[in-house]
């Protein structure tokens, strides 16, 4: 079935140390994926994207990897900081003409000093 | 530049009962999505709106219906409320349906009893 998943549900780290959120997909056809991040009662929050013709894409802390052959995505975020505090969804898009994502449940990070 | 917006934050219903949703788009977006979001869980995708039309659709039954209006803000309609549609319900826009980051709304947390 359509599934994005994630390896970890929880993950705790001390602040300043860096962080890695890995994601499996499923589907070979997927040519864009997106991660978010979900702070307590508000909307998943865009971070970075990455489309399938990348391995890598780095913004400002963060660090996408795309491995295409073993399906995975990781989320790399730098110098973690209690901000960062949050539940990080992966989700994948399946072609054009479609805002369809499909999301897994989510992996919590804590942040502790 | 505003972001994507809705209303109300918070609803309760009874089972039986219909309800409407609302979303103002990000400006300059012509694509609106709406997503379901259980407690726990990542977000489902319900349908989308394209120019007025809807675009696509998630496995969702009939009675989840939505409209988007000229301006680009849209509606999300739900009948014959069921315990089962309680949930946060995304709103998000993206400026076309190609290979572009959706933006989402802070949602509408509805509660059936």
């Known amino acids: 079935g359509e599934s994005v998943g994630l390896h970890l549900p929880t993950l705790s780290v001390q602040e300043g140390d860096n962080s890695i959120i890995n994601c499996a997909y499923s589907?070979?056809?997927?040519?864009?994926f997106i991660w978010y991040k979900q702070e307590s009662g508000k909307g998943p929050q865009f971070i970075i994207d990455?489309?399938?013709?990348?391995d890598k894409r780095q913004g400002q802390r963060v660090t996408v990897l795309l491995n295409k052959t073993v399906k995975h995505l990781s989320l790399q975020i730098a110098a973690t900081q209690p901000g960062d505090s949050a539940v990080y969804f992966c989700?994948?898009?399946?072609?054009?003409?479609?805002?369809?994502?499909?999301f897994g449940t989510g992996t919590r990070l804590q942040v502790f000093p | 530049e505003t972001g994507v917006t809705q209303s109300p934050t918070h609803l309760i219903k009874t089972r039986g009962q219909q309800v409407t949703l609302r979303c103002s788009s990000q400006?300059?977006?012509?694509?609106v999505s709406w997503y379901q979001q259980a407690l726990g869980q990542g977000p489902q995708f319900i349908f989308q709106?394209?120019?007025?039309?809807?675009?696509g659709r998630g496995n969702f039954p009939p009675r989840f219906s939505g409209l988007q209006f000229p301006n680009y803000s849209s509606e999300l309609n739900v009948n014959a409320l069921e315990l089962d549609d309680s949930a946060l319900y995304l709103c998000?826009?993206?400026?076309?349906?190609?290979?572009?980051?959706?933006?989402f709304g802070n949602g509408t947390r509805l509660t059936v009893t």
């Open positions: 709106y394209y120019r007025e039309e809807e675009n």
């Open positions: 989700a994948e898009k399946r072609g054009y003409n479609t805002d369809k994502l499909i």
């Open positions: 589907n070979s056809a997927s040519d864009y």
């Open positions: 998000a826009s993206s400026p076309d349906r190609y290979n572009s980051p959706l933006h």
């Open positions: 400006s300059g977006h012509n694509t």
């Open positions: 990455i489309r399938s013709n990348m």
